[in-house]
């Protein structure tokens, strides 16, 4: 049996999101079967890193392939990618270490969020247009209040496979570029509809419905009030996953860029 670590983009709308589940189609249930297909009658393993909501993208998941098998890891790559649709692709295949666990050994996972300024006709599926102007000074000043070890009770929504709610938030940035307020959000690891809830909540302190202090009463206390401001998948993409010796990127930028008509309209 051989491991292999896989490196995979996907857009999400169309799946139930990463894990696989009975009659639902998920890209987790959809790369078992090309693996399925392409080793035949070889037993097949696949496992995420983490799972990520319905609807939502991957600029980059990890995921590790157990199977017996003498193809080259560039082989294989191919394989998938001439059976696999077009919104799922493997970026890279590499032979890993028997040991190795997308999932357990990670050390760090980062989220961007999308929220677009104006209405799109291309980005539809990828932003969260909010026709409200946003107040991005208090949003970012907010945001700092996640970074640390906090109970994200208020964020997440009842999961059987969790058994704390207790997340490590390493940083969250927040920059404008042209139409595109992006949040990225780092942390150890991510509980169901966490990152959507705190955009949620980061948004109403733009608008000016939520403050500081409601935010920090969400931290320290249990509150049904941020599942009312979920923010919407299209927008939210995981970006990238961090092992051992690894280092997360300093800079970021939009995953699907809505703002270069603005700037060819200037240079015209």
């Not at 692709?89 to 961007?112: G, M, Q, T, W």
């Not at 247009?129 to 000074?137: A, V």
Request: charged residues 30%; hydrophobic residues 35%; positive net charge.
């Amino acid at each position: 049996m051989s491991r292999f670590k896989l490196y995979i983009e996907y857009e999400g709308t169309r799946y139930s999101g990463w894990q696989m589940q009975r009659n639902s189609k998920t890209v987790q249930g959809k790369l078992l079967e090309i693996a399925e297909k392409t080793f035949r009658g070889e037993r097949v393993e696949i496992y995420g890193s983490g799972r990520t909501d319905a609807g939502v993208h991957a600029l980059c998941q990890v995921a590790h392939l157990d199977v017996k098998t003498m193809l080259a890891p560039e082989i294989i790559r191919m394989k998938f990618n001439d059976e696999l649709p077009a919104d799922i692709c493997i970026l890279e295949v590499e032979k890993a270490h028997p040991n190795f666990h997308a999932r357990h050994d990670a050390k760090s996972r980062s989220y961007v969020y999308q929220i677009s300024k104006r209405r799109t006709a291309f980005g539809k599926p990828f932003v969260w247009w909010i026709k409200d102007q946003l107040n991005f000074e208090k949003m970012n000043r907010a945001s700092k209040l996640f970074v640390g070890m906090h109970d994200y009770i208020s964020f997440a929504d009842q999961d059987e496979f969790e058994k704390s709610t207790k997340v490590l938030i390493e940083d969250v940035q927040l920059k404008e570029d042209g139409d595109l307020i992006l949040i990225r959000i780092i942390g150890s690891h991510f509980l169901w509809k966490m990152v959507r809830r705190m955009v949620g909540a980061l948004v109403e302190i733009g608008r000016g419905k939520l403050t500081e202090k409601d935010l920090k009463y969400f931290l320290e206390h249990e509150s049904p009030t941020p599942a009312k401001y979920t923010a919407p998948p299209s927008g939210l993409f995981l970006e990238h996953v961090t092992y051992e010796s690894e280092k997360m990127e300093k800079d970021f930028g939009p995953a699907i860029n809505i703002s270069s008509f603005n700037r060819t309209r200037q240079r015209t």
